[in-house]
């Protein structure tokens, strides 16, 4: 239907107002921390069964600029605080605040009250990682071992696995 506040119309911004990031409501240039933004917004839902801001676009789009949505009320309060942490700094009105890419995101996740019982990716991304030097893949293999360093940052398996790709390149 032509009135419903979803649709694009002709002039109008590309997106979902509920996710969009403060960059992209003011037509700037957006980056992968604009998506950090929209997975806040996303993950705020999961943990509130509501959106952070509620009303029209046009409200919505406002309240993205200028206000902060009620915070997050969990009964474990020392896992309420870090979730707090983690929405706030993923929803941050300036990119500069933001998490710089998702891995550091899954890090905080994992070093919050319980995080530890979340299912662990540095195992995954050494597989990945493995099989692309296997495949000779050598730079894909290294850009994997440095994700699990950016989860990891001292992770043996990574550093001597790069340290040994280095060598043959």
């Known amino acids: 239907e032509a009135t419903d506040p979803i649709l694009t119309q002709m002039g109008m911004r590309i997106g979902t107002p509920w ?26 839902e999961l943990l509130t069964y509501q959106k952070p801001f509620s009303g029209d676009a046009t409200t919505v789009l406002y309240k993205i600029l200028h206000e902060e949505p009620e915070p997050i009320r969990l009964e474990e309060a020392e896992l309420e605080t870090s979730l707090r942490k983690i929405l706030s700094k993923c929803r941050a009105k300036s990119p500069d605040d933001r998490y710089a890419d998702c891995l550091l995101i899954l890090r905080d996740i994992e ?33 994997k071992f440095t994700e699990v360093l950016g989860v990891e940052p001292e992770n043996p398996v990574a550093r001597a696995s790069i340290e040994r790709l280095t060598v043959l390149k």
């Open 19 to 44: 996710y969009m990031s403060p960059e992209q409501v003011k037509g700037v240039a957006i980056d992968k921390r604009s998506d950090i933004f929209s997975f806040g917004v996303l993950f705020y």
């Open 111 to 143: 070093s919050a009250p319980g995080g530890a019982a979340l299912p662990r990716i540095v195992p995954e991304l050494l597989r990945e990682a493995e099989e692309l030097h296997r495949q000779q893949r050598l730079d894909e293999a290294e850009q």
